[in-house]
């Protein structure tokens, strides 16, 4: 049951978009940094017989984080729909800041032994169950402060807060790659955009903590229990599910197109850092521009049709436009199939994320919409870096990543066709709540 608050006074949508994608940004921009500089830290911290199996090591921590996600969405989570959004993405902001600072400083390999590799997995570990809730808690937080007609719009800048992480690494990048060599980045130079976000830690939690709470969650009368929401995602097993296939779509292609790019361009097309760290960045651009795009044009013609179109295009292309791409290397072609993927991505992502929302149940909002995405990482996207190398390793085929993309557009295809024909009722998007 509802009651009617007084209506408070409010800062402007772009205003509140700032303030609640802020600590996004920041969580993005640490998990995109490891991928960037896989190479780097697999040699700093995880020295093997051979390279292949020192970026293993690497990729497979990076991917342990992931698996700490669905942990994260149901504890913080449930906490997050008891407490309110705001307190609990302030959590989330705390915890992520650990998880950065701790791989930022730790000695290598060299200096402190296997101590060195235990700490950057519980600094990647912090990192993941941090954020298992945070994209959901901003989601949430994005879709309940919309105005009516126009979630899509406003939700989509959750995804696009990321990109702006993506370019701001890239660039970062592209400056150290210019002004260090080789050498100095493999030693010590790949620590400073780590450390870079470390220091713009306390302007987010300074603006994060001027969010005000949704007006629809104080209006509701009754806040579930942890018992509740626990037998309620149960109840709802099989939405969670579905929106985990929903989802898988948008967590393998990001992961592929944005920190596996610049592991692709230099390893397996040999193009220079240069050009893959200017390909991630033009994707990041790219991504930036569809997402609000096609969320907002979601609100207008329905979240099925574009993820239907989406899903298939991927599931049809992804594979052909890698095999052209490995057949012809080269910076321009590298630039051309990348922001085809980055257009797929972004079109699907835009609608896929305010879908989600609403079709978990409104009291659990916050601890279903995180669960499914981070089911869907955990399992599926976050270890994209790790599958795409090693399919690369036991086929031969340099394109094998193509067919992990096109089996995530299978997914989001066949999740889209069950949610909205299951229950027309809670499928259908909701254009004027």
Request: glycine residues 10%; contains cysteine.
């Amino acid at each position: 049951m509802y009651a009617t608050p007084p209506a408070p006074a409010r800062p402007s949508g772009i205003a509140t978009v700032l303030r609640v994608t802020s600590g996004n940004f920041l969580e993005m921009f640490d998990f995109f940094l490891f991928g960037f500089y896989a190479t780097s830290i697999s040699k700093a911290f995880f020295p093997a017989g051979s390279d292949f199996a020192s970026l293993m090591l690497t990729f497979m921590t990076f991917g342990a984080g992931f698996l700490m996600r669905p942990l994260g969405a149901v504890i913080l989570g449930a906490y997050v729909d008891q407490i309110g959004r705001r307190k609990g993405l302030i959590l989330t902001l705390t915890i992520m800041a650990s998880g950065t600072i701790l791989i930022a400083f730790v000695p290598g390999y060299a200096t402190i032994g296997l101590l060195a590799p235990a700490l950057v997995l519980i600094g990647r570990l912090l990192q993941g169950f941090s954020a298992g809730v945070e994209l959901g808690g901003v989601s949430v937080y994005l879709s309940e402060m919309a105005t009516p007609g126009n979630k899509g719009f406003y939700v989509a800048w959750q995804s696009a807060s990321q990109q702006v992480a993506i370019m701001v690494a890239a660039i970062l990048g592209y400056l150290l790659s210019t002004s260090l060599d080789a050498p100095q980045i493999g030693s010590w130079g790949w620590r400073i955009p780590f450390v870079i976000g470390c220091l713009i830690v306390p302007f987010l939690f300074y603006i994060r903590r001027s969010l005000e709470e949704t007006t629809e969650f104080l209006a509701r009368e009754h806040r579930p229990s942890t018992k509740e929401i626990f037998a309620s995602i149960a109840t709802n097993w099989l939405t969670v599910l579905l929106g985990m296939m929903l989802v898988v779509m948008t967590t393998v292609s990001f992961y592929a197109i944005t920190v596996y790019t610049p592991t692709f361009g230099k390893t397996v097309l040999k193009l220079t850092t240069t050009d893959s760290l200017v390909v991630t960045f033009c994707v990041g651009l790219s991504n930036f521009i569809w997402l609000p795009v096609m969320g907002g044009l979601s609100d207008k013609l329905g979240r099925k049709p574009i993820l239907i179109v989406f899903s298939a295009l991927t599931l049809l292309t992804a594979y052909p436009a890698l095999a052209w791409l490995v057949a012809a290397p080269s910076f321009a072609n590298m630039l051309m199939v990348l922001l085809w993927l980055s257009f797929l991505y972004g079109s699907y992502n835009g609608a896929m994320v305010v879908a989600l929302t609403e079709i978990v149940p409104v009291e659990v909002r916050t601890a279903g919409f995180s669960l499914a995405y981070a089911l869907a990482t955990a399992l599926f996207g976050g270890f994209t870096p790790l599958v795409s190398t090693w399919l690369i390793e036991i086929t031969g085929n340099k394109a094998a990543p193509g067919l992990w993309m096109a089996f995530a557009g299978a997914c989001g295809l066949i999740a889209t066709v069950a949610i909205y024909s299951r229950s027309g009722e809670h499928a259908r998007q909701k254009q004027t709540a």
